[in-house]
Nanobody
Framework: VQLQASGGGLVQAGGSLRLSCAAS????????VGWFRQAPGKGREFVAA????????YYANFVKGRFTISRDNAKNTVDLQMNSLKPEDTAVYYC???????????????????WGQGTQVTVSS
């Protein structure tokens, strides 16, 4: 599945952004979808994903209560609503997808085979 993330930009600390992940030619509801981010000089870091059990969600501790992952099946997208943004949230954000039957750790980037182009999020202090 080919993925494309969008919605990034420059925002002040405390602000909000909504990222969107779209798929080409495939229905995203058939996949487990997640978001990772990568700051300059750092590895790819897990942010959020739909869990193994139905449509439950799973978040990195540092975004709990601030970020929300959701599906918009009508638009065939998976969105990441980011509130109360902090300068340390600055990174390129990537969406990723994998089979719903794969039960390996969600937070390990190596367990996600399909990646889209990222979108830059910059949070100024």
């Amino acid at each position: 599945v080919q993925l494309q993330a969008s919605g990034g930009g420059l925002v002040q600390a405390g602000g909000s952004l909504r990222l969107s992940c779209a798929a080409s030619g495939r229905t995203l509801s058939s996949y487990r979808v997640g978001w990772f981010r990568q700051a300059p000089g750092k590895g790819r870091e897990f942010v959020a994903a739909f869990s193994w059990r139905g449509e439950g969600t799973y978040y990195a501790n540092f975004v709990k209560g601030r970020f929300t992952i959701s599906r918009d099946n009508a638009k065939n997208t998976v969105d990441l609503q980011m509130n109360s943004l902090k300068p340390e949230d600055t990174a390129v954000y990537y969406c990723t997808a994998r089979s719903t039957t794969q039960l390996t750790a969600l937070s390990n980037a190596d367990n996600w085979p399909a990646w889209g182009q990222g979108t830059q999020v910059t949070v100024s202090s």
